[in-house]
């Protein structure tokens, strides 16, 4: 059975850094895309970036760029995300997704709450 | 990049058929045969419906299709049930090599 766990979200103040993290397992991590995608409250979701099997190739939604961070370590089946410099505007539930048919999302975790305010 | 136009939303009866509507350009709709469609319950992850505007994943009725017209793409629920009220986003590969979500239509059965 496929599972991501996001886990890292929490209370952080305007300008501070959070890592989220998603644990993998149920399928051969090491063979897929992974994306994150975020949704503020009571809003749309909203693609926020997505990396390759290899780590190497990744894209962001602009809003983001410059500011967060989309990683993966192979060996322990996670994902990763390096949010800095956040805002307001980045408060959301950010959940892991695997990219699992062409450019869509087949499998969701649970996702993960960031709340951005002083 | 702006989001992908959807109704705000669409309401049907039990056993009708409703259709949304998706209008993006040719960046990113019209440009690729990648749109896809979610399902969300309040509270709950996306539910992956359509992918490659037509193919169904593993376990999705057949109730629900989707095709797609130049810059606009559409979902069809056929035989609407109470349980397919939820919130639906479609979404797209863009030139930009990411994804464009859709506004969002809350379903609702009457």
């Given at each position: 059975?496929?599972?991501?766990?996001?886990?890292?979200g929490?209370?952080?103040?305007?300008?501070?850094s959070?890592?989220?993290?998603c644990?993998?397992?149920g399928?051969?991590?090491?063979?897929?895309?992974?994306?994150?995608?975020?949704?503020?409250?009571?809003?749309g979701?909203?693609?926020?970036?997505?990396?390759?099997q290899?780590?190497?190739?990744?894209?962001?939604?602009?809003?983001?760029?410059g500011?967060?961070?989309?990683?993966?370590?192979?060996?322990?089946?996670?994902?990763?995300?390096?949010?800095?410099?956040?805002?307001?505007?980045?408060?959301?539930?950010?959940?892991?997704?695997?990219?699992g048919?062409?450019a869509?999302?087949?499998?969701?975790?649970?996702?993960?709450?960031?709340?951005?305010s002083? | 990049?702006?989001?992908?136009?959807?109704?705000?939303?669409?309401?049907g009866?039990p056993?009708?058929?409703?259709?949304?509507?998706?209008?993006g350009?040719?960046?990113?709709?019209?440009?690729?045969?990648?749109?896809?469609w979610?399902?969300?319950?309040?509270?709950?992850?996306?539910?992956?419906?359509?992918?490659?505007?037509t193919?169904?994943?593993?376990g999705?009725?057949?109730?629900?299709?989707g095709?797609?017209?130049?810059?606009?793409?559409?979902?069809t629920?056929?035989?609407?049930?109470?349980?397919?009220?939820?919130d639906?986003?479609?979404?797209s590969?863009t030139t930009?090599?990411?994804?464009?979500?859709?506004?969002?239509?809350?379903?609702?059965?009457?």
């Open positions: 059975e496929v599972q991501l766990v996001e886990s890292g929490g209370l952080v103040q305007p300008g501070g959070l890592r989220l993290s644990e993998a397992s399928f051969t991590f090491t063979t897929y895309y992974m994306s994150w995608v975020r949704q503020a409250p009571g809003k979701l909203e693609w926020v970036a997505n990396i390759r290899d780590g190497i190739e990744k894209y962001y939604v602009d809003s983001v760029k500011r967060f961070t989309i990683s993966r370590d192979n060996a322990k089946n996670s994902l990763y995300l390096q949010l800095n410099s956040l805002r307001a505007e980045d408060t959301a539930v950010y959940y892991c997704a695997r990219d048919v062409p869509a999302c087949d499998y969701w975790g649970q996702g993960t709450l960031v709340t951005v002083s | 990049q702006s989001a992908l136009t959807q109704p705000a939303s669409v309401s009866s056993g009708q058929s409703i259709t949304i509507s998706c209008t350009t040719s960046s990113d709709v019209g440009g690729y045969n990648y749109v896809a979610y399902q969300q319950h309040a509270g709950k992850a996306p539910k992956l419906m359509i992918f490659e505007v193919n169904r994943p593993s999705v009725p057949d109730r629900f299709s095709s797609k017209s130049g810059n606009t793409a559409s979902l629920i056929s035989g609407l049930r109470t349980e397919d009220e939820a639906y986003y479609c979404s590969y930009s090599n990411t994804q464009l979500f859709g506004t969002g239509t809350k379903v609702t059965v009457l």
